[in-house]
């Protein structure tokens, strides 16, 4: 974390990627809050150019020595939602601000990338497969799903007698009851 000295005003320039692409920030509702263990409060001057942020960090705004924090809110389009938006929050460690020159680093500006990676919410397979009549439960769902990826692996590779797939027919059956 970088130490800057109280008093002294910098600017921080923030990528935004998301699995390793920028996410374009122009068009999106944002909201910007810088955290300290004291207080937080919403930075309302920042601009946006694509997916970075530049803030302009004065002794105004980071006037208690300490860790401070900043964390962006934006949403994104996403046609699987109810609602058709995805809430999105990232936050990043911005510096400490510390009492005395000997302490800081010797910094004016300062750029840092966050890339967050999102593991989408939705129906489950044995909930899709629920709805479309399936009545076993969830341990023999994921029990019939294991013979099925056996199945179609073993199709795959060409390796696959009668015989191996009666007993995996078998199997998967008796996993119904």
């Not at 530049?54 to 924090?69: D, F």
């Not at 809110?73 to 510096?95: F, K, M």
């Not at 020159?101 to 919410?121: H, K, L, N, P, V």
Request: proline residues 2%.
């Amino acid at each position: 974390m970088r130490k800057i000295r109280i008093g002294n005003d910098f600017t921080f320039y923030w990528a935004i990627e998301l699995d390793g692409a920028p996410v374009d920030l122009t068009a999106l509702s944002t909201r910007l809050y810088l955290i300290h263990p004291r207080k937080t409060k919403e930075v309302k001057q920042f601009e946006i150019n694509g997916n970075i942020i530049s803030i302009e960090l004065t002794k105004a705004l980071l006037n208690i020595v300490g860790a401070y924090s900043l964390e962006l809110h934006y949403e994104l389009p996403d046609p699987t939602r109810d609602n058709g938006i995805r809430s999105c929050a990232v936050d990043i460690r911005l510096c400490q601000i510390v009492a005395t020159t000997e302490q800081a680093d010797e910094i004016s500006e300062f750029t840092t990338t966050s890339d967050m990676a999102f593991g989408f919410q939705g129906k489950s397979a044995y909930d899709i497969a629920k709805e479309g009549g399936y009545e076993g439960t969830y341990e023999e769902y994921q029990n019939s799903s294991k013979l099925i990826g056996i199945i179609a692996r073993k199709t795959e590779s060409e390796i696959f007698s009668e015989v191996e797939y009666r007993e995996v027919e078998l199997k998967n059956n008796i996993a119904a009851l």
